[in-house]
């Protein structure tokens, strides 16, 4: 099975910072890797998909980049809402993994 | 906007088997693609299987391979999943989730989500 590494594990940041998760996948996925946000007691939200593309209703203010084994999601200008725990997902054969996730915690 | 409305939380004993149930706030499940994931507490989440609704087609992960049994309903109005021989680690919260269109396959992004069943394994 393909395995997701997420880093960090936690992030500190303040409301207006710029913040960046890195994933990297065992082998290559192309561009094959989703990204979630979730909040405590609650189902994920899908953000970006194929890498780099915004799901609807996403705010500009996320991104995604990167293909291969290494990725970026990153935040510009975060924002109260976005303190949160944050996943990556790959999805390029008949199985799926998810990144152990990124917990982005007020400073 | 689809909703995707999974069963109640559940208390098992270890040994026994558990059923989780999803289904859509109206209308039928015919068409999607329905994956399940679990989510021990404190950890990540870990992708169990999917039933493309349209083929019938069920891919499992290698992991839940001859332990879980996922299934549809005749009108395709729930997706249901049964976990067997239950152990303490199988606590968790358990999610259905919808594969966003135009995938075609289990692996894909999910775009709409249940909000999670929380099965407790206890002697």
Known sequence: ?107 | QVQLVQSGGEVKKPGSSVKVSCRTSGGTLSGYIINWMRQAPGHGLEWMGGIITSFGRIDYAQKFEGRIRISADEDVRTVSMVVNSLRSEDTAVYYCARVRDPCRSVSCAMDVWGKGTTVTVSS
Not at chain 1, 69 to 90: G, K, M, R, V
Request: with cysteine; glycine share 8%.
């Open chain 1, 1 to 107: 099975d393909i395995e997701m590494t997420q880093s960090p594990s936690t992030l500190s940041a303040s409301v207006g910072d710029r913040v960046t998760i890195t994933c990297r996948a065992s082998q290559s996925i192309s561009s094959w890797l989703a990204w979630y946000q979730q909040k405590p007691g609650k189902a994920p939200q899908l953000l970006i998909y194929k890498a780099s593309t915004l799901e609807s209703g996403v705010p500009l203010r996320f991104s995604g980049s990167g293909s291969g084994t290494e990725f970026t999601l990153t935040i510009t200008n975060l924002q109260p809402d976005d303190f949160a725990t944050y996943f990556c997902q790959h999805y390029n054969s008949y199985s799926l993994t998810f990144g152990g996730g990124t917990k982005v915690e007020i400073k």
